[in-house]
């Protein structure tokens, strides 16, 4: 019966517009062995994570908070070459061409692994060989070129189901530059975490929070609470791989964490939201991350209005959001071995349109319009746009 209701649970997160949060999970997993790889071998980064900056506590307390992630860096990377042996880091697949920041998140490895990632990974490659791989024939290389369609795709299948490893084969699938982007994603968005606890937020609400683990990973103290929202199945999966996982991996993070199921294409959110604690006088970090691309027009200005109401003084709200590239703007220039990988097509199987929503006038429109920033970084035919505005 237990059993059963587990395996809905993954159903629901593999056939649903879930899987995207499993794909940026497994990068996530894939910049974690790079980060592991890297560690300690003189080239490690300040950890996996924005260093808390500026804001108005003490050195002693940014101190503090950064023993504490590095301690927990290294306990955790001893139970993840433990339990997930990745011994053979030097796999060729484990190659990223783009420089990239690593990023530090060891949940990632339980969410992967939790779920039946091989299935996942089959089906991507054969929707590349049913949709994808005609429009990008010409930029394949020659060699690539001289192999028909149906002997491409049986190697490159065979190669999957003989070789499997669930995280060496999603470094096999992606170019390098969804490496990039989302590392720098992950960076950014950690750092407006913890900046915005170190002004002195203490509530965060996340939606569409997928495998993100920030309510783990970073250090917050016991006076913070995180709401995150999505879509029940996706959060019963996600309690369900996190119960071993902290048992495992202590979290480093002393926050509530308050799971919100529900479509957020519904209103309902903000009843369960209230029900579950969440207090509309205190000042709050909204945050909309690889989300508003699933959803409609409607339910992101819905979305906005809510927020709006919902925001005490001194809130912030974070958008990220999708643009076409226009002919002028610079952008990723794939290689062709990039073209042989996937890219991000399943997770554009699920967009419901790619925004050109102006994300500032959404912000301004919504009552952000304080110290608005806006940060756009390069893809290769779509830019990701990342606002910020406060209400104050
Ligand atoms: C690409 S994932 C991003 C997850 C996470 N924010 C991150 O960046 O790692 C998109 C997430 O949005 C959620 N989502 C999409 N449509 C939704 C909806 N209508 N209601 C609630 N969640 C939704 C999906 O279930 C998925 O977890």
């Not at 016991?222 to 959060?235: Q, R």
């Not at 529900?262 to 000042?283: A, E, I, Q, R, V």
């Not at 929503?357 to 893809?379: A, T």
Request: proline share 3%; hydrophobic share 35%; glycine share 6%.
């Amino acid at each position: 019966m237990i059993e059963n209701s587990e395996n809905s649970n993954i159903q629901q997160v593999l056939q649903s517009v879930g899987k995207t949060s499993v794909w940026i999970s497994a990068i996530r997993a894939v910049l974690t062995a790079h980060f592991i790889d890297s560690f300690g071998k003189g080239n490690d980064q300040e950890g996996g994570q924005a260093v808390v900056s500026g804001g108005g506590a003490g050195a002693s307390n940014i101190n503090l908070s950064i023993n504490k992630t590095k301690e927990f860096e290294l306990y955790a990377i001893e139970i993840i070459k433990k339990k997930f042996g990745l011994s053979n880091f030097k796999d060729p697949r484990m190659e990223i061409k783009y420089p990239v920041d690593l990023v530090f998140d060891p949940y990632s490895f339980y969410f992967i692994s939790k779920l039946n990632t091989k299935e996942l990974i089959l089906s991507t490659y054969d929707q590349y060989f049913n949709f994808t791989y005609d429009k990008q024939f010409d930029q394949l290389s020659l060699e690539m070129k001289s192999i028909s369609k149906t002997e491409l795709k049986r190697k490159e299948m065979d190669r999957i189901e003989t070789n499997f490893h669930s995280v060496l084969s999603w470094a096999d699938l992606m170019s390098s530059h969804v490496f990039y982007s989302i590392a720098k994603r992950t960076h950014l968005i950690d750092k407006v975490f913890l900046d915005s606890y170190q002004e002195g937020l203490q509530q965060f609400v996340v939606f569409g929070a997928g495998m993100d683990t920030r309510s783990y990973r970073l250090p917050l103290d016991a006076k913070c609470t995180i709401f995150e929202i999505d879509l029940p199945g996706v959060l019963k999966f996600k309690e369900k791989a996190l119960q071993e996982a902290i048992k495992e991996i202590p979290p480093v993070g002393q926050c509530k964490i308050q799971f919100i199921p529900s479509d957020l294409s519904s209103l309902d959110w903000n009843h369960k939201l209230k029900d579950m604690g969440f207090d509309n006088s205190k000042p709050t970090l909204w945050v909309a991350e690889g989300l508003f691309m699933y959803l409609s027009e409607s339910t992101i200005e819905s979305i906005g209005e809510l927020v709006s109401a919902n925001s005490a003084p001194k809130s912030k709200y974070f958008v990220h959001s999708l643009m076409n590239r226009t002919s002028t703007t610079p952008y990723y220039q794939p290689t062709p071995h990039d073209f042989f990988k996937m890219k991000a097509d399943t997770v554009k199987e699920e967009f419901k349109y790619i925004l050109n929503l102006n994300c500032k006038q959404y912000l301004i429109r919504h009552g952000f319009s304080f110290n608005v920033k806006e940060i756009q970084e390069m893809g290769n035919n779509i830019i990701s746009i990342y606002s910020m505005g406060s209400n104050q």
